[in-house]
């Protein structure tokens, strides 16, 4: 069974975080900033959630950047 949203955060936390700002910074149509407040108020370190939202978003780009460039026909 998948997990609720608010489960997903409790037991899985920042990895939870660096997931949902890949998706939002690929082909899914999300918005990643409001993820990044749940681990704030949840008492999680500041700085490693900017960084690990940040990773995920840059990942995330790089991989469509990498799709356009290689994943064309021809």
């Not at 700002?21 to 082909?27: D, G, I």
């Not at 999300?30 to 959630?49: H, I, R, T, Y």
């Amino acid at each position: 069974m998948i997990p609720a949203m608010p489960e997903l955060f409790t037991e899985y936390g920042l990895l939870s975080l660096f997931l949902i700002s890949f998706c939002a910074s690929t082909l899914l149509p999300l918005g990643s900033e409001w993820f990044l407040v749940v681990p704030l108020l949840q008492g999680s370190n500041p700085v490693a959630a900017v960084v690990i939202a940040t990773l995920g978003n840059s990942l995330g780009s790089g991989t469509n950047y990498l799709i356009g460039c290689y994943g064309g026909a021809g």
